[in-house]
C-alpha cells in the first residue's frame, strides 16, 4: 500500500461517513440493480449493514454464514511519527526523570547516511532535537537509530556513596543495580517500563567499560506490520453447539467464527486457553467467559478451567499480578459468579457442593485481609485492569493500588457474597445465607456511599490515597456494567450510568478520560468483551440505542480483523497500536457469542429454571432462531419474532408458558417460540464523546511552608487538597500551608470541560503531632545478611517459620487517631507480577487492627526500602504491645515463600 493511498484510508476512516453497501448477491443482467440495504448502525467513523460493516474504503462482508471476507489493512506503520520519545532505565523501572519529561529525538536521517544516532545523552538530563519535521514526512521503513547514554554519573554515585538517588529520591544501591534499558514510543520500543527485562533487546551495554551505554534499533520494520487474514471458512465442526439463523448473514457468520473460535480455546487437557498468543488458563479471564457463554455452551471444559485455579488448600489462585499478587489483586472472587452460573445452567448438585467451600473459604480471607470495616469496601487493583500504569497515577506503588478500592473488583465481591449466599440456601445452611447477604449488603452499600457521583451520574473508578482515600473521577466500563448487572445500582440510577458514561465513536473505552503519556492497552482501548457486558448492563437498564451501539462495536471489529481480539485503539478503531494484543481471545469471542444468548435471547438462567428476557432492537427486527440449546435434561429449539424487549406470546410445544421460564425439570427436545410487542422501549440517551485525555499529574514538593509544583500542560487552574478534602482552587503553581497539626496535601490540575487530573503524592507536612520510629532489631534477632539502606542497627527477617510473630511495645503520648505502617524490603519479585507478597496481621491483643501488606519491590533489590500500607488504628494513651504475626488468612499465592525485611514501625498521629 502506498503513503498515499494509506493516508487517504486514514482520511476516510476519520471523517467518511460510510456508503451504503449493496446486497451481496449480484444482479442479473438486464435486471434493475437491488435496493442499497439499509444500514443497521451508522456513525462518521463506520457503518453496520446486514451483511457488511464498512469503514471508510475497508469492507468486510459475509459471503455465506460460515465465510467472511475483509479487505482491512492496519495504516499504523504507513504513519509513524519520526519523533520518537523515550527514557532510560535503571532495572525496568521508570526512575530516570519526572513523568512528562522524555527524551525527543527526530528520527530522519540525515544526507548520505540512512542511520540515525543520538548525541550523548547524560542519564537524567532532558534532550529535545529541535529538527523540524515537513509536513507528511513520516518514519522511514527500516530506520536504524543508535542510542548512545552517559551513565558515568550513575556510577560515580556508586562509587562515591555506594548508591544513586533516582529523581524521585529513592536510593537504588549498587549491589541492586544490575540493567539499563530504553522505553520510548515507537516498536521495538516499549513504555511497558514492567516488562522491560524480558526484552533483551531494549537493553543498553558498555562492552568497553568507560561508562558510556549504547544500542541500535531498528524502527518501522516492515516483516513487523500488523496484519490479519483476508478470509475466513468455518473448517471446524461446531453442529453440535446451538445453531443460529437469522435475517442477518453478517451477525450469523460471526456468530460461527466465534463458535470455531472458542472450539479453538480448549487444550487437549480440556481447559480453556486464554488466547491464540496466551496459554494457560488465567483465573479472571476464564470466569469472564464462562459468565458471558461458556457455561451454556461448554460447561465440563468451564468445570476443568475453574478447578485448575483452586489452590491445595482449597482456595480460589489469583494470577501473577501487581507486587506479588494477592492481595494487591483481590478480583480472583469472579471465580464464585462464574462456578454459580455452571450450576444454573447444568443443575450439577455435585458440583455446588465442590465449589461452595472453596467460595466459602476464599471470602473468610478476603474479609481479613481485603475488607475495609470503615468504608463497607473492598481493597484491591481494578478487575481485570492489571496494568497498573494504564489505569492508576504514576506515583502509585503496589502497595498503594492494595490500599484502593476499587469500583469493578467491589461490584465482584458484592456478587460473590450474594452468590455464596444462594449457594448456602440451596445446601440448607441458613446461617451463613444470612451472614453473606449482610455482608453483601454492607458492600452494596459503601459503593453507593463512597463511589457513587450524583453530578456525573456514573460511578467513580476507585478511592486512593494513603491515610486520607480521595474518589477518581473516572468512568470504568466493566465496574458501571457490572454495577447495573448485579444490582448494586438499580431503577433510575441504573439508567443514568448506561445513559451518561461516556462512550467513544469506537466503543465504551476500559476507562474514561484517558490518561495522558500511555500507550493504548487499558488506556485508550475498547476491549470487545467489556462492550459486551456494557450491552448486557444496557439490555437491563431498557437503553435501545445503548444496545445496538454496544452490538456493532463488537461486530465491527470481528468482522474486519476476522477475529475476536483482545482490545484495539479506541481513538481509531484499529487492533494495532495496543501494546499486546491476541486473535482468538477466550473472553472477546465470549462476549460475541453473549450478545446472542444473553442479549438477543434473554437466556437468564436461574437456580431452578431458565427465564426468557430477550431484546431486539428494532433496527435487527425480524426472525431468528437458536436450535439445540441443551437446559440440563432438556434440548430447545428458540424461535424468536419482532422487536423490543416486551414479549406478546410466548409457547412451549404451542402451550403458553407461564412466568416466561421454562422449568428445570423439562425433560427431551421441546420447541419455544416467542413473539415480541414490536415496541421499541422508550428512548434514553447515550452520552457519545470523543477520546479526550485528563491533564498529568502534578509533582508537588514542600519547602518553607510552602507546596510548589511545575505548571501543568493543559491544566486552567489547580485544586488543593488537605486530608483529602478540598482545602483551596488556585491558578499559582504554589500554596502556603497554614502551620497546624500533621496533614497530607494533593493537587489535582483542572483542564478544559471540567477534567482533572489524579491527584499528586500524597505529601506529608510535618506538624506537632506525634511520629516516632521503633527499630525492630531491638525486639528480635537481627538478620546477618548483606543488605543495605536499612536505619538503626539493623533489620529483621520475617517468613513463615522466622520471626512468625513479633510483638512490638509501643508508648503513645496522647489518645487519637494513629497510622501505622512499616519500612521493609522485598527482592521476591518484580512490581508488577509473581506471586510473592508478603502478608501480616497485625494485632493489639486478640484485637485485630489490619492487615500490613510487603509487596515485591523488585528482582533481587533487597535494598530497595518503601513502606507497607498504612494501618489506621485508634489507641489510648499508654503502652500497647503490637503484634505483627503470620496467620493462615495470610497465605498468599506462592504458598512456600511469603518473606520480607523490616526495617522499623512508625506511628503517625493523623487525628
Known sequence: MSAGLALGLVQLMACQTPKPMGKSTAAQPGASPPAPAAPIWQSAAYALYPDSVVQGQFVARAQSRTALTSNYQSPTNAFQDPRVTFKFSLNGKDNEMAPGQDHLVVALPQAGSAAVETPLLTFGTRFIDQTLVPANTYLAPNTPLKIRLDLRPVLMAFREHGYYTTYKGEKLYQ????????????????????????????????????????????????????????????MINTDDFPQYHSDYPLLDALYNLGLEEARRAVEPDSTFRTGKEWAGVWTRDISYSIILAQAMLQPKVAMNSLLRKVSKDGRIIQDTGTGG???????????????????????????????????????????QNAYDPVTGLVRGESSFLDWREQTYPRWMQPVDIYQSENLGTNAVHYQANVVLAQMARQLGQPAVAAKHEQVAARIKQGINQHLWQPERGYYGQYLYGRTHLVLSPRAEALGEALAVLFDVAEGERASQVVARTPVTPYGIPCISPQIPGLPPYHNNAVWPFVQSYWALAAAKAGNEQSVLESMAAVYRPAALFLTNKENFVASNGDFAGTQINSSNMLWSLSG???????????????????????????????????????????????????????IRTITLDSQPLAEDAVPASLTGRHHVRIVLTNQAPAPAPVYRSPVVFSPETPVVAYEAGRLRWAPVAGATAYQVLRNGQFAARTTETEFAVPAGAYAEYQVVALGQSGLESFASEPLSVPGTAFSHLYQLETVAPKAQLPYKGFTGGGFVETTKTKNKILTIPVTVPEAGLYAVDFRYANGNGPTNTNNQCTIRTLRLGSQQLGTVILPQRGVGEWSNWGFSNPVLVRLSKGSHPLTLAFEPANENMNGTVNQAMLDYVRLTKVQ
Open 325 to 367: 499478587a494477592y492481595p494487591c489483586s483481590t478480583d480472583r472472587i469472579i471465580w464464585a459468579t462464574a462456578a454459580w452460573e455452571i450450576y444454573k445452567v447444568t443443575g450439577d448438585e455435585q458440583w455446588l457442593r465442590r465449589v461452595y467451600p472453596i467460595i466459602k473459604h476464599s471470602i473468610e480471607d478476603d474479609q
Open 175 to 234: 549491589q541492586d543495580f544490575k540493567k539499563v534499558f530504553v522505553a520510548g514510543s515507537v516498536a521495538p520500543l516499549s513504555w511497558d517500563f514492567d516488562n522491560l527485562v524480558n526484552k533483551p533487546e531494549l537493553e543498553l551495554k558498555d562492552p568497553d567499560g568507560d561508562g558510556i551505554y549504547e544500542v541500535t534499533l531498528l524502527l518501522n520494520q516492515p516483516t513487523q506490520a500488523p496484519s490479519t487474514a483476508g478470509q475466513w471458512q468455518q
Open 592 to 646: 460475541n457469542l453473549g450478545l446472542v444468548y444473553k442479549v438477543l435471547f434473554g437466556l437468564d438462567w436461574q437456580a431452578d429454571r431458565l427465564v426468557f428476557r430477550p431484546f431486539v432492537p428494532q433496527a435487527l427486527r425480524g426472525t431468528r432462531t437458536l436450535t439445540g440449546l441443551r437446559y440440563r435434561g432438556a434440548v430447545l429449539d428458540v424461535e424468536l419474532q419482532g422487536f423490543g424487549n416486551q
